[in-house]
């Protein structure tokens, strides 16, 4: 009998021992799925980003060559150099999101700031005749003169994203009546930090939208992923900032990123 119970525990601890071994393959298979589903989301967000502009883009061609526009050849060049960066983009980015080690790094390289932003506004300008863009640069709120040169050392296809990220949600607030966007770059501190903010004068938030702004799950738009402003802050943390936002319902937005002016890579 005493030989019984020891086979009958020997068993039933090997038992045991097996079905943890499931569990940790099944928690490991679900943590890998979850995973998997987070990239897809990702992925999906930042190609849903561009597509509007690249389709106006090429009904800008299509118009263009309809009407015989005195400058068509200009209108077509601008078009479809803006559809090679913006598909040159999209492939950066997605080999970005395949390679799982490197989501969460910071691959800094020195560029001019000021010209990303007034590449990104060009283009989009081209394409949302009826919304004002403005870019400005001063220490004071407002802005001041023409913006200048200002080298940063971030990680340029992310700050991108960011830019990219926020002019569209300021557009979609804005929709289809007349609006205006403005953009003011500053230095603080010494010029060791600077400051990036996007104002619109779209739709704004409410209390309840803004309190879940930054979930990864929340979207106040129909065909939304969610995942905007939460890309946004990541990267912005990942590069030692924080981010700001003011708004109110049918006050516009305001969004104030506040930057190192060079990070080191991790």
Request: charged share 30%; net charge negative.
């Amino acid at each position: 009998p005493a030989e019984i119970e020891i086979k009958r525990l020997y068993m039933g601890f090997n038992a045991m021992i097996e079905g943890i071994r499931e569990q940790k393959r099944t928690i490991s298979e679900i943590s890998r799925m979850k995973t998997i589903i987070r990239l897809g989301r990702q992925v999906a967000h930042e190609v849903k980003n561009p597509l509007t502009p690249i389709q106006l883009s090429a009904e800008q061609i299509l118009e263009a060559l309809k009407d015989k526009n005195p400058n068509y050849e200009e209108i077509i060049k601008q078009s479809v150099d803006y559809i090679i960066d913006e598909t040159h983009h999209l492939k950066k980015v997605s080999y970005g999101f395949l390679d799982l080690s490197r989501l969460d790094e910071v691959n800094a390289e020195e560029f001019d700031l000021t010209q990303i932003i007034s590449e990104e506004l060009f283009n989009v300008q081209q394409l949302y005749a009826h919304i004002h863009f403005s870019f400005a640069a001063g220490e004071a709120e407002g802005g001041g003169d023409q913006p200048g040169p200002l080298k940063v050392t971030l990680d340029k296809i992310k700050m991108k994203q960011v830019l990219k990220n926020l002019i569209i949600n300021s557009i979609e607030a804005i929709g289809e009546k007349k609006g205006e966007i403005r953009i003011l770059l500053k230095k603080k501190e010494g010029d060791q930090r600077v400051i990036i903010e996007v104002e619109d004068n779209g739709i704004g938030m409410d209390e309840k939208q803004f309190e879940r702004l930054f979930e990864m799950d929340y979207s106040t738009k129909e065909i939304g992923t969610g995942l905007g402003l939460f890309i946004v802050k990541r990267i912005i943390e990942l590069h030692k900032g924080h981010i700001e936002i003011r708004s109110g319902k049918n006050q516009g937005t305001r969004v104030i990123v506040d930057l190192p002016v060079r990070v080191s890579g991790e």
